[in-house]
């Protein structure tokens, strides 16, 4: 199994401000997810991330709206830019073993935009 | 269209009651796996079930491939079974040569009362 580590567990900003959600892997994992979920809904996919590359993002999601690094293979990085009221929800890292592909999520991070 | 339908959306119990939630996934199956959501955010696997049936504890999980389908059988309700659960689906046309990507049921809001 994977264990991942989020940071904050949650956070309050105003508007137009940016932040980071780290997560952290008690192990070295190929490919880190990025969920997001709102308040009473599932979760979504927003990108994928592999070291030493660009980010994969999902439809809806955008690099520049929401830039991912992945530094190395037990880390990454989730920037929320220019944060807006519609950005408040849980943020999710996940990944998974070698195989069978189990995947395992973090703890989540609450965000609330003021 | 959505390519994992869970059902019920919500459902009332009385403590020691059984429980039973569907999946249904509308494209090729890699692997389900059922979760379960606190109230506080954070999620617990407790299925990664691709074929058959699992057992733990009071739980069942059952997948189906020819029929599409996947459920979370609770036996003998509990109060403290309270919360969402949500099936989601790895499909072979996700899957990356480095992992899988998953989607997510709507989830199912479980309440059983004492």
């Known amino acids: 199994s994977v264990l991942l580590y989020q940071k904050p567990n949650r956070d309050i900003c105003q508007s137009g401000t940016s932040l980071k959600i780290q997560c952290v892997a008690d192990s070295q994992v190929v490919s880190m997810f990025w969920y997001q979920q709102f308040q009473e809904q599932s979760l979504m996919l927003m990108a994928t991330?592999?070291?030493?590359?660009?980010?994969?993002?999902e439809s809806g999601f955008t690099k520049d709206k929401f830039p991912i690094s992945r530094p190395n293979l037990t880390f990454s990085t989730l920037t929320v830019n220019n944060a807006r009221p519609g950005d408040s929800s849980i943020y999710f890292c996940?990944?998974?073993?070698?195989?069978?592909?189990?995947?395992?999520f973090g703890p989540g991070t609450r965000l609330t935009v003021l | 269209g959505q390519q994992v339908q869970q059902s019920p959306a919500s459902l009332v119990l009385q403590e020691g009651e059984n429980a039973e939630l569907q999946c249904n996934f509308s494209t090729s199956l890699n692997s389900m796996q059922w979760f379960y959501q606190r109230p506080g955010g954070s999620l617990v696997s407790l299925f990664y079930n691709p074929s058959g049936t699992k057992h733990s504890g009071r739980l069942t999980s059952t997948t189906v491939i020819k029929e599409r389908r996947s459920s979370l059988h609770i036996s003998s309700s509990q109060t403290t079974d309270s919360g969402t659960y949500l099936c989601a689906l790895a499909s072979t046309s996700m899957q990356q040569g480095t992992g899988s990507k998953l989607s997510f049921g709507k989830g199912a809001k479980l309440t059983v009362s004492p």
């Open positions: 991330a592999n070291e030493g590359s660009e980010a994969t993002y």
């Open positions: 996940s990944s998974h073993d070698r195989g069978p592909y189990e995947q395992y």
